[in-house]
């Protein structure tokens, strides 16, 4: 119990930390932020469960008003911005991130993560992303997601990287990953 609770705020921590590299913002007003990356982490290291804490309890800190967001960003005016379907998506890309780590099995732990971090963090959280942008900015929904296909690449190199970071992590704490230990026999694919 008390090990969750340190992780959750571990991550939540992390999240916030990686704020601190300058985004670039791009004409559509989302920027650029390594941001995503954390959350990416927080499913791939912590599972769906875990991991959707984590990234909520930073979204709801950053709802409080904390300048958490990259760019020193915070506040309820967030949740009216073009950023908004990202920032409410992230905890449910770290959800999806980590069940995807909990139920498919593939050659390696850090390609599992990484498979996991392309489904959750960026196809499902460019639909949130996406829908939010559309709204927020009254343009179709195609429109919108012509306009996140910029993020692509850069969200590949950060799925890879946590892919990566996963690898190692299950070499020299595997511990840390609950979701290796999940039994093949519970409805798991193995692809
Ligand atoms: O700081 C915010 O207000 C949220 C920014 C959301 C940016 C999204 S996350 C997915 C995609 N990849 C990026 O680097 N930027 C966008």
Same mark, same amino acid.
């Given at each position: 119990?008390?090990?969750?609770?340190?992780?959750?705020?571990?991550?939540?921590?992390?999240?916030?930390?990686?704020?601190?590299?300058?985004?670039?913002?791009?004409?559509?007003?989302?920027?650029?932020?390594?941001?995503?990356?954390?959350?990416?982490?927080?499913?791939?290291?912590?599972?769906?469960?875990?991991?959707? &804490?984590? /990234? @909520?309890?930073?979204?709801? =800190?950053?709802? +409080? !008003?904390?300048?958490? $967001? *990259?760019?020193?960003? #915070?506040?309820?005016?967030?949740?009216?911005?073009?950023?908004?379907?990202?920032?409410?998506?992230?905890?449910?890309?770290?959800?999806?991130?980590?069940?995807?780590?909990?139920?498919?099995?593939?050659?390696?732990?850090?390609?599992?993560?990484?498979?996991? &971090?392309? /489904? @959750?963090?960026?196809?499902? =959280?460019?639909? +949130? !992303?996406?829908?939010? $942008? *559309?709204?927020?900015? #009254?343009?179709?929904?195609?429109?919108?997601?012509?306009?996140?296909?910029?993020?692509?690449?850069?969200?590949?190199?950060?799925?890879?990287?946590?892919?990566?970071?996963?690898?190692?992590?299950?070499?020299?704490?595997?511990?840390?990953?609950?979701?290796?230990?999940?039994?093949?026999?519970?409805?798991?694919?193995?692809?």
């Amino acid at each position: 119990m008390e090990r969750n609770i340190a992780q959750i705020a571990l991550f939540a921590a992390m999240i916030a930390a990686l704020g601190l590299v300058p985004p670039i913002t791009l004409t559509f007003g989302v920027p650029i932020t390594a941001q995503s990356l954390g959350v990416m982490l927080a499913g791939a290291v912590l599972g769906s469960r875990r991991g959707f &804490a984590a /990234v @909520g309890l930073f979204v709801l =800190l950053v709802a +409080l !008003g904390l300048p958490l $967001l *990259a760019g020193g960003r #915070g506040g309820l005016g967030v949740f009216a911005s073009p950023t908004v379907g990202f920032v409410v998506g992230y905890p449910i890309a770290a959800f999806v991130t980590g069940l995807f780590v909990e139920h498919v099995r593939l050659r390696s732990p850090g390609l599992t993560a990484g498979l996991g &971090a392309v /489904v @959750g963090g960026i196809l499902v =959280l460019y639909l +949130l !992303g996406a829908t939010g $942008l *559309a709204y927020v900015a #009254g343009k179709t929904l195609i429109e919108a997601f012509a306009l996140v296909a910029a993020f692509i690449p850069g969200d590949l190199l950060k799925a890879g990287i946590a892919g990566m970071l996963v690898q190692a992590l299950a070499k020299v704490r595997p511990q840390t990953l609950e979701w290796l230990r999940l039994p093949a026999s519970n409805g798991n694919a193995r692809l």
